[in-house]
């Protein structure tokens, strides 16, 4: 589990004390509750290879961050698909934004 700051720590203390209180309404909760299922419907199965050392890789992720392998990996396409995974820029990638590629017809 990764090390958490004193903030943390002192929200974690005041939840298991039984000192916070939810600010949502009944109809928000209600929106949440039913994003959430929505969400988690898995309804199709995949078959994907990976390399051993990155199975390896995800399941120690998975383990680290107390989850099944299975959902980290679609954690990580969900969040990619929906825009909100970004790959770190580097110094040494280019600054210009990526550029899309026309589609061409067949010949």
Known sequence: MPKI???EDEVLTAFEKGQLKSVATKAELAKFKAAARATAIK???????????DLSDIQVKAL???????T???SVLHKYVTGRLAEPRTTQQS???ATKR???SGS
């Open 5 to 7: 700051d004193a903030y």
């Open 43 to 53: 309804d199709r199965r995949v078959n994907i290879r990976l390399s051993s050392g």
């Open 64 to 70: 680290e961050e107390g989850m099944p392998y299975q």
């Open 72 to 74: 980290l990996i679609a």
């Open 95 to 97: 600054s210009r934004p």
């Open 102 to 104: 026309r589609a061409t």
